[in-house]
């Protein structure tokens, strides 16, 4: 099941800046200021103050007064944030899933939703693994992904995994969105500057997994890129997202999201293939059955605050570069070490050879000799 949608230029909330400011010129005393927002109507916090606010600003507000220690079961509220922020969980479908994830007490579900999806699991990967996970795997992943250009949503695309037939176990993991026969064409028209530096900043993707047996969803984005690279034939940019997993063992591996876009004869921004995959240390994908295990660790896992998660994300992707260059060098000097050694080895076979194949003609002609005499 999968739909895709194209959204019109929309502008999210941008958190407290966006509060309109009247400062009065008389003083106010500051026995007044503490209890002058908890004076405020309480339908003009609901919907003039909060509503202005984003999702990190608002779990901010949350957590630091308890007078808004009660807007994570404001359904609407969270709902609003959710859908500006992913326009992709506004389709039904995905709404009556993320209505599921309520505890029916204090939370709802939109809350619930954006606390998982928002931050970068954690901890790091790169330094410790996550806890073993206490439930099983889903039979099926549904991917909401969302993709801006300069904060325009260009792409959006609900997808559904079945996970349970061999095909899926026993192939390379990987989800692609877009038919390989086919591209879709976005309603930017690319300028002259967009290099790939300045796609590096103007490019963001949200790609969010699903659980919704387990009630659990996690982003596997770096949300941007972590590398960008034009190829030097076609003219395709390639872009790559992605988030550093902990593996099957104590190695991480990389859940990689790429994006391959080109430019039409208008000059329409294309995107030709979006593509998700999970690659080892070693460069090889790993196949759906060890995919979803790794997957289903993650989604199980806690999650970080959200603060500055792109910088934390492409420093995880430099320190598993980095890991990476180390075990690619340790698995070369074992190599190498192995090739200087059977190659010793054979030379030492050779020597062996041809000393004793010496000493045995070195009897013939003795004998040879000897009979003569």
């Known amino acids: 099941m999968s739909h895709t949608t194209t959204h019109p230029p929309s502008s999210a909330p941008s958190g407290l800046s966006l509060i309109p400011a009247v400062i009065p010129d008389t003083h106010i005393p500051p026995s007044s200021t503490t209890s002058g927002l908890s004076s405020v109507p309480a339908d003009i916090l609901d919907t003039q103050i909060l509503t202005r606010l984003d999702g990190p600003s608002l779990a901010s507000a949350t957590c630091a007064s308890t007078l808004f220690s009660t807007t994570h079961n404001h359904h609407h509220l969270w709902s609003t944030i959710c859908h500006s922020t992913w326009p992709s969980t506004a389709t039904d479908y995905i709404a009556?899933?993320?209505?599921?994830?309520?505890?029916?007490?204090?939370?709802?579900?939109?809350?619930?939703?954006?606390?998982?999806?928002?931050?970068?699991?954690?901890?790091?990967?790169?330094?410790?693994?996550?806890p073993?996970?206490?439930?099983?795997?889903?039979?099926?992943?549904?991917s909401t992904v969302d993709i801006h250009y300069r904060n325009i949503p260009i792409f959006t695309k609900t997808e559904t995994t079945t996970t349970t037939g061999d095909w899926f176990q026993f192939s390379p993991f990987r989800i692609d969105l877009i038919n390989p026969k086919n591209v879709f064409t976005t309603p930017v028209i690319l300028s002259g500057d967009a290099t790939c530096p300045a796609m590096m900043e103007d490019v963001t993707l949200s790609w969010i997994l699903i659980d919704r047996f387990n009630k659990r969803s996690v982003n596997l984005s770096s949300i941007k890129p972590v590398s960008v690279n034009r190829h030097w034939l076609s003219g395709e940019?390639?872009?790559r997202f992605g988030s550093i997993l902990a593996g099957d063992d104590v190695a991480a591996v990389e859940?990689?999201?790429v994006v391959v876009?080109?430019?039409s004869e208008n000059g329409n921004m294309q995107l030709r293939e979006v593509v998700m995959e999970i690659e080892g240390m070693d460069g090889k994908c790993l196949d759906g059955r060890g995919s979803l295990g790794i997957l289903h660790r993650v989604m199980e896992g806690k999650r970080g605050n959200g603060v500055n998660k792109v910088e934390e994300g492409r420093r995880r992707h430099r320190r598993y570069e980095e890991m990476k260059r180390e075990s690619r060098e340790r698995r070369e000097s074992t190599?190498?070490?192995?090739?200087?050694?059977?190659?010793?080895?054979?030379?030492?076979?050779?020597?062996?050879?041809?000393?004793?194949?010496?000493?045995?003609?070195v009897l013939i002609v003795k004998k040879f000799i000897l009979k003569r005499d």
Do not use: H, M
């Open 96 to 130: 009556d899933i993320i209505s599921t994830f309520s505890d029916n007490r204090t939370r709802t579900g939109y809350y619930s939703f954006f606390s998982q999806s928002f931050p970068l699991p954690t901890p790091d990967p790169t330094t410790l693994p996550p």
């Open 132 to 142: 073993p996970p206490s439930s099983s795997p889903a039979p099926e992943l549904i």
């Open 237 to 239: 940019v390639q872009l």
């Open 255 to 257: 859940c990689r999201i």
């Open 261 to 263: 876009s080109g430019v």
């Open 335 to 361: 190599e190498r070490k192995s090739r200087v050694e059977g190659t010793l080895d054979v030379l030492c076979l050779v020597f062996w050879l041809c000393v004793s194949i010496g000493l045995f003609f």
